[in-house]
Every structure is written in structure tokens, then in C-alpha cells.
């Protein structure tokens, strides 16, 4: 039998720490040892501190774990963070520095230099970051970040455009789920039958970290791509789901045939490349009215993103509807894989297997 | 005591028609003397006929009218428009050729050349085609028409920086309520809690009808604005009032100031003008969170728009959110004044005085 | 020119605050002189201190007022309290101490022998107990309670067929709006597309409060009345009205028509008595479909409750649909009707007069 | 290999029909071989037919089908129903004089004396109507029905309780999802944030259905159960799952504990008796708020139901929540378990067996 790498989870009673223990309870590479949260919920059993959203009952394995404090005495050295960004910068920086590796879905430090900040199916080749960051903080920890949730489901849509075609300008309208704001979120009597033009930094978080994506990797630092990108953001009464309405130019001009290729070939090299990695990571629709929420956010397991109505636009070249769970491919599981690449290339092996005394071997 | 204009209202049982009633049974100037429907509904009371949705009762002086069938024989010469677009086309067209004035939300005819498609505030002088029509057609009758929904609420706030700065490039996302469906419209189980990215012909008639409306009058026929403009629609759990996330480029280049002015400017050329204007045809926010529907769309009794956060965009010069809504300003309230703009500019005040034998002074 | 009486109000950030703000600034007797909250608020003008979720915006005389502490310092003796329950015991007690008069919406109170628990027009007898209230206290304070808002809109219901024909048992499933729970109350995620059937507390609530409210006074007590009520509490998807389905045994058995005419005749004495009443306290619906909260829930702005589709129960003996604008006659409305019969029946006049200068003949 | 009993599926575009073709293409025993539906359906591909709602894509084996019209020219001889209740009654009945077996979800015959109305769970004994029915029609064909959506949640909350301490009285109020209206159904503006307090016919459905269903059967034939039951129904804006509200009196009157074991007995007598029964057909909360449309309609694949918050009632004994799938355990999960009944039990095999020539054994 393989041994599993012990992990623990900051912030594990939002909602990002919850649809993270559904995605890991069951994992063949981690076992959640342990879970962490704020001052209210440390020194509670799990099941106490929690008001548990997910659709599975709460995993036995975890229901009576003590939640700890976000302080750096675990003995996972792999540690998810949900954690909400008002507290997660620092909390993670420490612990960075006390040599564990954070795996985080939070804002704080993704526009930082040397911070990866990653979709791996996407720039996998940012991971090389990682060397610097260690240096910087003269620790063998380090923080790898994945993007906000509107963002990885745009960079995803935009990947198989960039890589083959280039990419000079972006309009990006969004219609988000109120899930993305977190738990409680956005009251009830704000939304009901309402569409709220504003979400707080969210226009910026999508335009500033599309173009590190996109960056290059070269001489250990991230050079950004050369491109314009405008984002407005709504909050709509969905409860998961991001739907975005997107315009773009390309570089080189191309029949709709190709933009569809395009989609294909990149299904073709990262499909199931990693263990959470889905069969598709996009989807493709003929029918006009589609993706939709109630149809498609759980498209394989929520982690494939589905796009549909691509045609021309009479301002930019095309434009056409994208769609992501944002709690799960916007935000959990894009964390999830991002720690499967670090284990599969053996980046963090022989720190992790040093400290577990695990054989490398079993963890590919 | 002034004598009204005896006026009548055909598809009085469509959300549309029901909103004329709405607001024509107290109007001032009309009497709703005549209602007519499709065969379902001739020959009922307007009350058995219709599944009344408006939230004021059904008003006394319409509950016992006798549904007609849309046939030229109207004792009103003047007759607003609320019909389905499956049947509006043919029988306008033969109601006009028989004398009568078709006031039409529909969309049949909205861009035939000699037929007027108006928003009063912004392309008044397009009035100017009815002299063309009734030439044509050798009638009295013309019909003169007000544009879709949507692009009635993007063309109000387009026309501040189109007058007076020039426009050259415009993207809109639209998040659309339920209500522009018509009743019953949108099933409940195709849009609680979900977005649908497409609505049939939309973006189409958003892209062509606005450039008609910016287009200019001369030598009795419009030339079309020279703009690119693009839109992508969705329909989200709204009951009332259209959203839209719009990005702009002027031609000429300007500060946010001066922007905020030319909508000031355009107010105080419009405002009050007609009985149903609004006090002011756009009000704008300086939260960045509004406008909403839930707060908003009855602004100015629903004859208003409103936008807000009017920000730098990236790839174009400005974006910014306005709503309005959709069964009001987006329809039969634009009807209403153009109706009243045809009585307050005599158009049709020869013909209507000999046809009622009204003394012309009561109609000022 | 009347000169009004200043009051006060306290919890004015929250949603009852907010609405007894709406129903108050335009006041013919009363002037918003004061404004109070927690801690958090206290120091702030209103308009930073206060998330607004008022149609109206906020009213020009109060957006400037620096709320204050709860503390006994108000100039205002008479202050209206939408305090959160968890503060409101000992403020609203401490104030009543103190010689201010408070008309509270808040739960704390309701249930103490000596203070009244009052909805005008069912149980104005129940004013009776200021009187013991004073004793008790020894002080010129007092306070005045209106029920949960589930319980006015019932006890309203109710009260024309217990006056005329006596009521022995009562089920009543209520399906209520998310504004019950003020604001943010219910998060989005847990209610969109979603029942709740569960509302902690309130069940107990509408069992217990609605024995007082129909209970006699005699003796300076309140003698409780002998009936059996059971209450089934739902949150539903809805923004505002709480929708009662209640089934009723009475104690002398009547026809339908009787039934009616205890409604038309309570409605009789009732109406139109004090400056907030309803024209109709209570309307009947012909209609089996209705009332429903998109059409209903402001009628006679919000200040009259409506009845619906009554059938006969095999259970017990008549059952029918309750429908009640929760924060209005449910709340903040009744308690503005609560300070108005204190005023026009003199019960506060010699104190108010005393203290504020004013002229008794110009508050009738 | 096992060979499948063919199957045909009428009105098989609608909402119930969707639901069946889902419930059945993967089916061990049945295959679904024909399709049928209206005029507007027949001969073309179920895929042009239909306008799919299911979460699963439309199941391969049946896309290309061609939709047949209703005529008794099936080769199947085991005949779901889904058909719309204007056109069920006559189709069904001329198919089962034609020798056909309708297992149907419409509500048509469900009263009729000789026609079984079935939960197997709850009253399997009175399949043995199926005998006198065919006596009556002189035919080989009978219709069994299963009760209406509402009714099947209710009676299979009640049956432990009528079966181990009967029950004397029940109000039952429903809170409805739209699903249970059928395609298109509820038009969203009626709906969107407001509660319909009316369903056409469905308190009477419930309140009839149940003691039919409770009723026993003796003699050939059904008496009546001897309940006094009263429903209150409503349309709320959740998309699938009926809650309900119910308060009952039992017979005998036992504590809480004898409650809850009586629902625990209930479950061992009846889980996974059939291939499509649930592993818990009753599954019981101890969480006050539970259960929820968004947490617990899919419990057991939608075939289990939930109950919660059992706790006393002032009025009758025992009042609680309980929660079922309308589509699945409330229509067509139910049909198939009534089809799955009567293979199991050998009642129409031999029948089946001479059309089909197909081996006995292997159907059990």
C-alpha cells in the first residue's frame, strides 16, 4: 500500500477549505492530518467549527479533527490555504518561511515576483519561480498561488487562442455566482432577483494576473504578456458558476475552424495529465444557447471549463460565452492540481520525502 | 373640458400591451377606446381575456371593452402596437395602407427605409421619413416605430458622448430580465438561479438598430452612423430591468468631466419635453455599485435610465453599467412619446382634427 | 404650524431602523431628531454609518444626523427601537427606567406581564398595562411592544373571526421572506432556489405572542387566551411579504358568507383610525390564486395585510392564505401605529407636553 | 447474457418523460424500444423532438429513435406513461383494452375503482386490483398509476405511523417546485421571488389520493382509509423538490422515541426490495433546518425521501418537515418501481413470456 502525504488545510471552514477537503478526503497522494482556521474556530472539532455547505455529508476522517491555529507547528509541510485575504498574507509568508510549501487560493501574494502564480495546464513552466522565492526567503518552503476564479476560467478559454494565434486585446464581461464571494457572502435581500455591477478588486484582480499567465518565464523572473484586457464585473443569483462574455482580437487572423483546432489541440496535451487533471479541460458547444450554470459547472467534476457560441465580433475578432465552477475549477481544484504537478515532478520530492521519510518511488 | 384622442391598443393582452394600458388609461391627452388582440381573445371581455400581470388592477375604464380582432376597422385613427412580431409585421403594414397611425414596439419594421425608428430624445428629426412613407404607400396612415429593448437603454446613454464627442467603437454585454420575453416568456426552470448566454436575434437587432437611430436624417432618408459596435446578450433571474456592461472609444479624446458634463447636457436638453418625459432621461451614481435593478428601475416612474461607474477601459477609452427598464423606457413608454412628440409637433394634427373633428388648440 | 414631537430611534442602521426611518421622516407628528445604534455606528453621520436598502433614497433630514450610543442621554422622550435582540433587554429597560417612552419592534420585552404587546386595532385595550408598567418601574417610562411580524399579519387574520365567532384551534405554515431576518440575514448560498424549514425561535414566537395579543385585560392583566396554535415556520426565496397557509376551527360554526362579513366589518371599525392606518385593513381576494407578495405586499403601502382563496378545511374548519409586508405591517408600521394612538388617546400627552412645550390641542 | 423486456415510454418529450427515459436507458431489465408522443412530436428523431432538460446528456440509445404517435401499434407490450392529463385518459385506456400494460404517472385513472394506485413500499397489496381490472376490460392490458408528486412524499412519510399507530388527522402544507408544473410550466415571471398559493386540483389530489392509498384492499377491491386530511398548497421558486410542511394525530398516542423507530422499522421492511429502491426509502434529520431542496433531494439517487425537525404539535400530535424529488421519487422513480414490482412478484410474466418469448427465470 502507498503511503499518502499528510496535508494540512488553512482556513478550512470557508468555503475554498471545504470544497478543498471534498476534493481531498478521497485523494490517492494526500491524507488531510490537518485543519486549520481563525482564533473562533481553533480548539473545536472540525464538525463544531464548521457550518458545512457541501453537498457530501462532512468526511468521517475529518469530523473530529481538532481545528488548529494558523500558527507554524504543523507537521504536514504541504498546506492548503483558503484563508481569507485579510488574514492570509501574513500568515502564509511566515509559514513560507518556516520551510512549509503553501498551496493557496488567495489574493495576497499571486502579483508577487517570485510567487508562481499558476494554472498548470496553462504556464507550468512559472513553477521555475520557485527556485528564486527559496532563495529570497533562504527557505526550502515556498508559496505557489493559483489565479482568482473569474481569471482561471478566462486564461483557460484564452490559452488555446495566446499560445497558437497571439492575443493583442480582451473585453471580458462577467456574470458570477454568488458562491465566489465566499460564505456567508452576499446577503440574500442584495441579490434576489438583483444584478450587482461591482465586485470590490475584481476588475483589476482579472486584468493584472491574466498577463502574468501569460508571462514568460526567462532568467527566473516572469516577463508579462504584451496584451490590453478589460474586465466588468456582475454578481448574478446563481449560487455556483461563472459566466463570462468574452470579445477578443488575435495576432494572426484566422477562420473559425482554426479557433476550434485550436481548442482541440489543447485539449489533446493537457488532458488527464495529472490525477484531478478532467478528460477535457474544455468543452466545446454548438448550440447557441449553451454552456449554462444549471447545465454545465459540473462538467467533468467541475474541473473543465465549457465554451460555446464562438462568432465574429463586428468590434474586436470573435467573441463567444465561457463557463467555470468557480469553487471548484476557479478555485479549489486549480489549487488541488497545482500541488499534484509539484509532486508529479518531483520538485518538492525529496524535501518532502527527507521530511516523511517517504519512498519516492510511490508518490509518481 | 378638453377632449382626448380617442386611441386603441393592439396585442392588449401581451406584456407590452399591458403596459401601454398602464400607462395610457389616465393619460392626459388618449383614451383607450378600442383593444385588440389575436382570435384567442376577440370577442371576450378585456378582463376574461387577459392574465392581467401589471401590479396596478386592471384599470375600470378598460375591464369590459370588447377584445377586437386586429381588422382595419378601428373607429381610432391612432393605434399603438404591442403585437407579436410572428404576426405585427402584415397587419401594421395593412392598418398603415388603410389610414391608420401604427405606433409599434414591434420589431417587423423597424428597419425599413422609410419607416422612423425613434427614441424622441435622441433622433427626433427621423420623424422626418413619415412624409416618405406616406408617399409610398399613398396613405395617410404611417407607422412609426421604437427601437428593441436593450438597444433603446444603450442608445440613451450613448447619446451624450455620441453628440458630442463622436463614437467609434462600442462592445455591450447585456444581463436581461425575464419581463423582454414577453409572458409567458422564459420558463421558471430554465432561469431560477441560472444564466442563459443567448437570446434569439438580439445581438442582431442591438448592433443594426442602433446604428439606424445614431444614423442622419437628409434628402428624406437616413444614412447609417459609421460605427462598429458589438454586443453579446444574456438572461439572467431578473424579473424587470436590463442591465448592460458597456466599453466605449470616442473619437474625440476627453477627460472623465467632460463626459459626466455632456450627460448633464443632454438632460437639460431633454428633460420634461414631452408629458411622459422624465424628469431627467439619465441620472447618473457615483457609487461604483449602482445602478441595480432591485434600487433603480423605477427611476422617473421607469422613463429614466441610469448609469454608473463610469471607469478607464483598457482596450477601449470608457466603461460604465446603465439600466433601464426593459417594458417601460424599453417599450411602451418610448411609444408613448412618440406619440405625444407627433401630437405636441402637429404632424398628425391636420388629419386627426378633421378625423375627430377637434379643435386643434386642445391638443398643445 | 404644528410643531411636532422630536423622537428618536434606535438599532436605526438595521432593517426595521431603516424602515421606520421611511414611514417617519415625512411624518405629520413626528420629527426624526435622533438617531441611535451600537458602538460601531455611534460617532459616524447616518449616511456612513448605514448600509441603505430603502427604495427611497435616504431622506435628506437624517443623512447628516451623527447617531449616537444607546445611552440615556436622548433629548427625544419618546424613541422608537428596532434593536437587535441580543442588546435590546437592557437598553429599551434601562431607557423605560430613565422616563423615556420606547415603541419597540424587538422581541426582549413582548412577553413580560406588564408591557403591552399590541397591534391597534385587535388589542388597543392592552394599552391598559402602561399604567401598571409605570408602578412597577416607578418612573414615567414605559414600553409598548408590537408582535414578531409573523404573528401581526396572523393575529390580523384572526382577529375579525375571533371577535365574532370565537376560535378554538389554529395551524398555521408560514413561508416568509428573507427580510424577516434583517440584514445580511440570510446568506444568498443557502436560500437561492432553496427552502429553509427552520426559523429559530419563531414558531414559539407566534404560539406564545398570539395568546397575549388575543387575551383580556382586566385587573391591569392580561388574562391569556384559551386557544391551541400550532406554528410550521419555512424561509422562502422571497425578498419581502411573509405568505401565511392557515387552517382554523372555530367555536361557533358559520357559513362562508359570515365569515366574510366579520372581515368587511372589522374592517369598518378599523380603518382609517389613527394617520398610518390602511384604508382596508384587511382585503379579500376573490381570486384563488391570490394574494401573492408580487402583487400584494404593498398594498395600502404595505400598512394593510390580504386574505385569500377561503375554503373549507376537513380538518379543522375554514382554511385560507395570509399574505403581510413583514418589515411594514409587520414591523416598523405597526409600531408607527402603536405611537400614534398613544398620541391622539392623551395617554402621553401631559408628559410629552410637559417636557417638550407643546401645545396638547395641536397633537390631535 | 440476460435479455431486457422492451419497453415504449408515451409522452416521452415531457418533464416526466425526460425523467423516465433517464431513469431507464441503463436500466438491468427494461429497454426502452419505442418512444411516443403528440401530433407535434411524431416522426421525428426524439432529438428533434425534444427540448432535453435532463442534467445527462441525451442517452445515446434513444436520440435517433423516432418519436411514434399514441396508437396501439407498440411491439412493446410494457407501456410507461408520462402523458399530459388533457390527452392520458383515453390513449392509456384504449391501450390497456388493446392488451397493453400502462404503468403510468398521469393522473387520470388513479381514481378509478379497479385501477391499483401504487407506492410498492406502501401498499403493494392492492396490485391485486389488477385482476378484477382486467376481468372488467376483458383484456390481458391494465394500468397501474403511481399517486401524484405531493401525495407520494406525503404517504410514504406517513406510512410508518399509519401502520404501526394510525393516524386520525393530517394538514399538510406544501411548498412546491416549479418541476412539478411540467415543461414549460411556470412562466419565471410569475414565480421569480414571490410564492403562488394555488395549484390547480392538488389538495384535492392529495387529500383523496392518500386514503385511497392508505385504504385497503379486500375483496377485489379498495376501502377506503378513514383519515380526515387537509392540504394547503404552494408554488415556490425552487426548481426540484416538494417540502412539506405536516402536522398529524395519531391513533395511538406514543412518544418521540416510538416515532423514530417506527420510521427505522418501516425502512427495514422495505430498502433495496427492488432493483431501483432506495437504500433508506426514509431518511430522518437530526439538524433542526434540514431537510433542503439544496442539500437532499438527490438523497438515494432522488429515491429517498427526508424527514426532519419531528417535534410536538399543540393542535393535532406530531408536526415535521419532509422532503422528496418531485420528477423522481414523486413520478417517474415511483412508476419504475411499480414496473420492477410487478416483474419481481411474476404477476404479468407468464404474459410477457409468451409475447416475448423470453426465458422466465431470467427476468427475476
Given at each position: 500500500?502507498?503511503?499518502?502525504?499528510?496535508?494540512?488545510?488553512?482556513?478550512?471552514?470557508?468555503?475554498?477549505?471545504?470544497?478543498?477537503?471534498?476534493l481531498?478526503?478521497?485523494?490517492?497522494?494526500?491524507e488531510?492530518?490537518?485543519?486549520?482556521?481563525?482564533?473562533?474556530?481553533?480548539?473545536?472539532?472540525?464538525?463544531?467549527?464548521?457550518?458545512w455547505?457541501?453537498?457530501?455529508?462532512?468526511?468521517?476522517?475529518?469530523?473530529?479533527?481538532?481545528?488548529?491555529?494558523c500558527?507554524?507547528?504543523?507537521?504536514?509541510?504541504?498546506?492548503?490555504?483558503?484563508?481569507?485575504s485579510?488574514?492570509?498574507?501574513n500568515?502564509?509568508?511566515?509559514?513560507?518561511?518556516?520551510?512549509?510549501?503553501?498551496?493557496?487560493?488567495?489574493?495576497n501574494?499571486r502579483?508577487?515576483e517570485?510567487?508562481?502564480?499558476?494554472?498548470?495546464?496553462?504556464?507550468s513552466s512559472?513553477?521555475?519561480?520557485?527556485?528564486?522565492?527559496?532563495?529570497?526567503w533562504?527557505?526550502?518552503?515556498?508559496?505557489?498561488?493559483?489565479?482568482?476564479?473569474?481569471?482561471?476560467?478566462?486564461?483557460?478559454?484564452?490559452?488555446?487562442?495566446?499560445?497558437?494565434?497571439?492575443?493583442?486585446?480582451?473585453?471580458?464581461?462577467?456574470l458570477?455566482a454568488?458562491?465566489?464571494a465566499?460564505?456567508p457572502?452576499?446577503?440574500?435581500?442584495?441579490?434576489?432577483?438583483?444584478?450587482?455591477?461591482?465586485?470590490?478588486?475584481?476588475?483589476?484582480?482579472?486584468?493584472k494576473?491574466?498577463?502574468?499567465?501569460?508571462?514568460?518565464?526567462?532568467?527566473?523572473?516572469?516577463?508579462?504578456?504584451d496584451?490590453?484586457?478589460?474586465?466588468?464585473?456582475?454578481?448574478?443569483p446563481?449560487?455556483?458558476g461563472?459566466?463570462?462574455?468574452?470579445?477578443v482580437?488575435t495576432?494572426?487572423?484566422?477562420?473559425?475552424?482554426?479557433?476550434?483546432?485550436?481548442?482541440?489541440?489543447?485539449?489533446?496535451t493537457?488532458?488527464?495529465?495529472l490525477?484531478?487533471?478532467?478528460?477535457?479541460?474544455?468543452?466545446?458547444?454548438?448550440q447557441?444557447?449553451?454552456p449554462?450554470?444549471?447545465?454545465?459547472?459540473?462538467?467533468?467534476?467541475?474541473?473543465?471549463?465549457t465554451i460555446?457560441?464562438?462568432?465574429?465580433?463586428?468590434?474586436?475578432?470573435w467573441?463567444?460565452?465561457?463557463?467555470?465552477?468557480n469553487?471548484?475549477?476557479?478555485?479549489?481544484?486549480?489549487a488541488?492540481?497545482?500541488?499534484?504537478?509539484?509532486?508529479?515532478?518531483?520538485?518538492?520530492?525529496?524535501?518532502?520525502?527527507?521530511?516523511?521519510?517517504?519512498?519516492?518511488?510511490?508518490?509518481?
Open positions: 500500500m502507498k503511503s499518502k502525504i499528510k496535508i494540512g488545510i488553512l482556513g478550512c471552514t470557508g468555503a475554498v477549505g471545504q470544497k478543498l477537503i471534498s481531498l478526503y478521497n485523494h490517492p497522494m494526500f488531510i492530518a490537518e485543519l486549520a482556521a481563525s482564533e473562533n474556530s481553533a480548539g473545536k472539532t472540525f464538525e463544531k467549527a464548521v457550518l455547505k457541501e453537498q457530501i455529508p462532512i468526511p468521517s476522517s475529518v469530523k473530529s479533527l481538532i481545528v488548529k491555529n500558527l507554524p507547528k504543523f507537521e504536514s509541510k504541504l498546506l492548503f490555504s483558503g484563508l481569507d485579510r488574514v492570509a498574507g500568515i502564509e509568508m511566515e509559514l513560507a518561511k518556516y520551510g512549509y510549501i503553501i498551496i493557496s487560493n488567495s489574493k501574494h502579483m508577487e517570485s510567487v508562481p502564480l499558476i494554472i498548470p495546464e496553462v504556464n512559472h513553477f521555475g519561480l520557485i527556485k528564486s522565492q527559496k532563495k529570497k533562504n527557505s526550502e518552503g515556498f508559496i505557489v498561488t493559483n489565479p482568482n476564479c473569474s481569471t482561471i476560467i478566462l486564461a483557460i478559454s484564452l490559452a488555446p487562442l495566446y499560445k497558437k494565434f497571439g492575443l493583442k486585446k480582451i473585453i471580458v464581461t462577467t458570477q454568488v458562491s465566489g465566499g460564505y457572502g452576499v446577503p440574500s435581500y442584495d441579490i434576489l432577483g438583483n444584478v450587482i455591477p461591482f465586485i470590490k478588486d475584481e476588475e483589476d484582480k482579472i486584468e494576473e491574466t498577463l502574468k499567465i501569460f508571462g514568460k518565464f526567462k532568467k527566473n523572473k516572469i516577463t508579462f504578456a496584451l490590453k484586457i478589460s474586465a466588468l464585473c456582475n454578481r448574478v446563481v449560487k455556483n461563472h459566466t463570462l462574455s468574452v470579445s482580437e495576432e494572426k487572423k484566422v477562420p473559425k475552424e482554426k479557433i476550434l483546432n485550436s481548442i482541440v489541440n489543447f485539449n489533446k493537457n488532458n488527464n495529465s490525477h484531478s487533471s478532467p478528460k477535457n479541460i474544455i468543452d466545446f458547444f454548438e447557441f444557447d449553451r449554462q450554470p444549471m447545465f454545465d459547472i459540473n462538467n467533468h467534476n467541475g474541473m473543465g471549463i460555446g457560441n464562438i462568432r465574429k465580433c463586428n468590434v474586436l475578432d467573441k463567444f460565452t465561457v463557463l467555470g465552477h469553487l471548484i475549477r476557479g478555485a479549489a481544484g486549480t488541488v492540481l497545482n500541488a499534484e504537478w509539484l509532486i508529479k515532478n518531483n520538485l518538492t520530492l525529496q524535501y518532502l520525502r527527507n521530511k516523511f521519510n517517504i519512498n519516492g518511488a510511490e508518490l509518481k
